[in-house]
């Protein structure tokens, strides 16, 4: 199984930048599926992107044109680009990555999460 670590969340004035990443470990062959998900208080987890090796990024509707997935794949690492950032954006962030091992086995791995906060 792979082991996910998130980094990059942290406070920001609304219309600022934020870049998540997250870095996935354990004798990866190949990364398949990529997404970010968030989760603000009192509210259900929602996917924000979505992307499969090959295939284009699809975004929620709420983060069209200001968030950027993306992937490092010699680094086994994923991105997520948040640009003018509001308020409403606040929540913790999680990355689920789903691929191959070395040993051709499947992994569904999820982050730790990382508390992103939009507030002047």
């Known amino acids: 199984q792979a082991q996910l670590v998130e980094s990059g969340g942290g406070l920001v004035q609304p219309g600022g930048s934020l870049r998540l990443s997250c870095a996935a470990s354990?004798?990866?062959?190949?990364?398949?599926?990529m997404d970010w998900y968030r989760q603000a208080p009192g509210k259900q987890r929602e996917l924000v992107a979505s992307n499969t090796s090959g295939d284009s990024t699809v975004y929620a509707d709420s983060v069209k044109g200001r968030f950027t997935a993306s992937r490092d794949n010699a680094k086994n690492t994923v991105y997520l680009q948040m640009n003018s950032l509001k308020p409403e954006d606040t929540a913790v962030y999680y990355c689920?990555?789903?691929?191959?091992?070395?040993?051709?086995?499947?992994?569904?791995?999820w982050g730790q999460g990382t508390q992103v906060t939009v507030s002047s």
């Open positions: 354990g004798n990866i062959r190949r990364i398949d599926v």
């Open positions: 689920n990555v789903r691929g191959l091992t070395i040993g051709f086995r499947f992994f569904d791995s």
